[in-house]
């Protein structure tokens, strides 16, 4: 694989289940990032990690978990699923976390909680 | 606070130029980058402006004015295949990325 890529495409999910999306680099990027972005709005992140074994809340965190067990890998989990996050999900990734930070995107998950 | 604007939907013609303005406020600002994201794809990284002035890259320009939260973006000759949204975004003090809702730009023949 190149770059950053993220499983499942979309996903149709019944509320109160849980449900991970997965999203693996293979840039060797220490920062991942996880984003939604809803018609409207801009993206907003839910969750962040600037190294292996760290992760940080964004603005949206609530209702996600996330975890870095490793570089490559960042996934993103619903522990109980709601209607209100219904969204398209990016993951994304940069070589660091000072001020140049250009970030690279995965190609998103579309979630439909039902 | 912190907010970022830009306008939701522009028009332009094949071949002219088009102009994509971009406002913030923040109390803590380490850059500003603009994004192209096409339709039902992700997004990438067209420019970033840390210092006021004019950045130069083919036929995207994009400027910034620190003391006046503004930020623009320039498409010169224009085509087709620059229809898409233009996501404007600042790095707060925590580094983290506060995007605007994005501008759609339709380009007609």
């Known amino acids: 694989i190149a770059g950053i890529t993220q499983a499942p495409t979309s996903q149709i999910l019944a509320a109160g289940r849980r449900m991970t999306l997965r999203c693996t680099q293979d840039?060797?990027?220490?920062?991942m990032y996880w984003y939604r972005q809803d018609l409207g709005l801009g993206l907003r992140l839910i969750h962040y990690s600037n190294t292996a074994g760290t992760t940080g809340k964004g603005e949206v965190p609530d209702g996600y978990s996330v975890s870095r067990a490793n570089t490559d890998d960042f996934p993103l989990t619903l522990a109980s699923a709601v209607p209100s996050q219904t969204s398209v999900y990016f993951c994304?990734?940069?070589?660091?976390?000072?001020?140049?930070?250009?970030?690279?995107f995965g190609p998103g998950t579309r979630l439909t909680v039902l | 606070g912190q907010n970022i604007d830009q306008p939701t939907e522009m028009t332009a013609t094949e071949g002219a130029i088009v102009q994509i303005n971009c406002t913030y406020q923040t109390s803590g600002f380490n850059g500003l980058f603009w994004y192209q994201q096409h339709a039902g794809e992700a997004p990438t990284f067209l420019s970033y402006n840390v210092l006021d002035g004019l950045e130069e890259k083919g036929r995207f320009s994009s400027f910034l004015s620190r003391s006046k939260g503004y930020s623009y973006l320039l498409l010169k000759e224009l085509q087709m295949k620059d229809s898409a949204s233009y996501l404007c975004a600042f790095m707060d003090s925590n580094y983290q990325l506060i995007w605007g809702a994005g501008t759609k730009l339709i380009i007609k023949p």
């Open positions: 994304a990734s940069s070589d660091g976390s000072g001020s140049y930070n250009e970030q690279f």
């Open positions: 840039m060797r990027h220490n920062a």
